[in-house]
């Protein structure tokens, strides 16, 4: 089985290989136009909050890996032009992050050659292995229902 003691921690090594090598490929792109792939994440979420924008709160909820720094992140965003901020007028404590009109066509420029490093990752998989890999990943990601104590503890009452 080789480092890992059990076949779970063996499925763990491999999906977070997997996902460095899939995440390089893809931050490259982010990265050669002056972007973090945090960056070039909170661009593609405030795209689809349209005019509307978001607040710090929304855009944090939604990244695909937490910033210890959101605000700072924004801040560089805006000095590109990339991002506007202003106060919300319901409460004058948040702030309110829009996209721009250069950031959007930033996000046109890079989405292409983004999906290309997407497809380059994925290439030796089906769509069907795709949507099979997709509905898998999603059982990871779904909260279980107890905590692995009371879980471990269940299963040694069932053996």
């Given amino acids: 089985m080789g480092i890992a003691d059990s ?4 499925v763990l090594i491999a999906l977070v290989q997997a996902a460095a090598v899939a995440a390089t490929r893809s931050n490259a792109v982010a990265m050669e136009a002056g972007l973090s792939p945090s ?3 909170v661009l593609r979420i405030l795209r689809t909050a349209g ?5 710090c709160t929304e855009i944090g909820s939604r990244m695909v890996t937490r910033d210890s720094d959101l605000t700072r992140l924004l801040g560089g965003l805006t000095d590109k032009q990339l991002v506007t901020r202003s106060r919300s007028p319901e409460d004058g404590r948040r702030s309110i992050n829009r996209l721009t009109a250069r950031g959007l066509r930033l996000l046109e420029q890079l989405e292409p050659r983004v999906m290309e ?13 795709l949507r099979g890999l997709l509905r898998l990943l999603a059982a990871v990601l779904t909260e279980p229902a107890e905590s692995s104590d009371s879980m471990g503890t269940r299963a040694a009452s069932i053996t």
């Fill in 7 to 10: 076949l779970e921690e063996e």
């Fill in 39 to 41: 960056q070039y994440n």
């Fill in 51 to 55: 005019g509307a924008g978001l607040t």
């Fill in 117 to 129: 490093a997407a497809r380059t990752s994925f290439a030796r998989m089906s769509h069907e292995d």
